[in-house]
């Protein structure tokens, strides 16, 4: 099979295309789309750079396949704060009058019926090479460990030294991110929060939650810290930083 990386710049139709492969692929995480930073500025930054926001089309139809998203930003790889997604951001959307030096890369989306192909994998090297033609420094990632839902009670310091049976990180978006030539930075503790009313919380995951205290939800990387008294839910959702050179 053929396919080329192209931009949501390209077209209209790609743009649209893109929206859509996104919008299907993290239909189940929903809930991640209620970051204040996500709410304010996501939208806003994805029409500001369409040309870092890439297709990966197979020839022979002309769809996109899977679609990345990145950002430009100004911002130190060596040294990245313990907020991760949210930050890229907020920090893209305000930018402080700081030169742009390096690609914030916020999500890549692949359709079940593509993954397990190295498909992702193409993206991150779409971002670097994008990161490269630009003249930056390199891209920075707060990547979300695939697995770590399963695990929800377990502190991020500790499962990113996991490894399997072979040596390797047992995570396998971990492993991914390693095998294209991506370097842990540390961990973004405080890369994604929401906080939201209990009800919210309830609908995600299906049933009440009658008590204050941490609760789980499907696809959570962390437990819900849910606090009656005040109504609300609030979820911090821990990332790992990479960093790319260009």
């Not at 750079?49 to 769809?63: I, K, R, S």
């Not at 996109?64 to 990145?70: E, H, M, T």
């Not at 500790?158 to 370097?183: F, I, M, N, Q």
Request: hydrophobic share 40%; charged share 20%.
């Amino acid at each position: 099979m053929g396919y080329v990386l192209k931009t949501r710049a390209d077209s209209d139709a790609l743009r649209r295309a893109a929206m859509a492969i996104e919008q299907a692929a993290w239909s189940s995480l929903g809930f991640l789309n209620y970051t204040r930073a996500h709410f304010e500025y996501y939208q806003g930054l994805l029409d500001a750079y369409p040309e870092c926001q890439l297709c990966l089309v197979d020839e022979a139809t002309g769809y996109p396949i899977a679609v990345g998203n990145c950002v430009p930003l100004a911002c130190d790889l060596a040294n990245l704060p313990p907020e991760g997604w949210d930050w890229i951001v907020e920090t893209a959307a305000s930018n402080n009058g700081k030169p742009r030096n390096a690609l914030g890369a916020l999500a890549i989306s692949v359709p079940h019926i593509h993954r397990g192909k190295g498909i992702a994998r193409q993206l991150i090297h779409g971002f670097r090479e994008l990161a490269a033609k630009r003249g930056l420094d390199g891209v920075i990632a707060p990547v979300r460990p695939s697995e770590k839902w399963r695990h929800p009670y377990i502190a991020i310091e500790d499962y990113v030294g996991w490894t399997d049976e072979k040596g390797r990180a047992y995570d396998p978006w971990l492993r991914s991110h390693l095998s294209a030539g991506g370097s842990i930075v540390g961990p973004a503790a405080r890369s994604m929060v929401v906080e939201e009313p209990v009800g919210f919380w309830e609908m995600w995951a299906g049933r009440d939650f009658p008590e204050t205290g941490d609760y789980t939800v499907d696809g959570a990387l962390a437990p819900v810290a849910i606090d009656i008294a005040r109504g609300v839910g609030r979820y911090v959702e821990p990332n790992i930083w990479f960093a790319y050179a260009a």
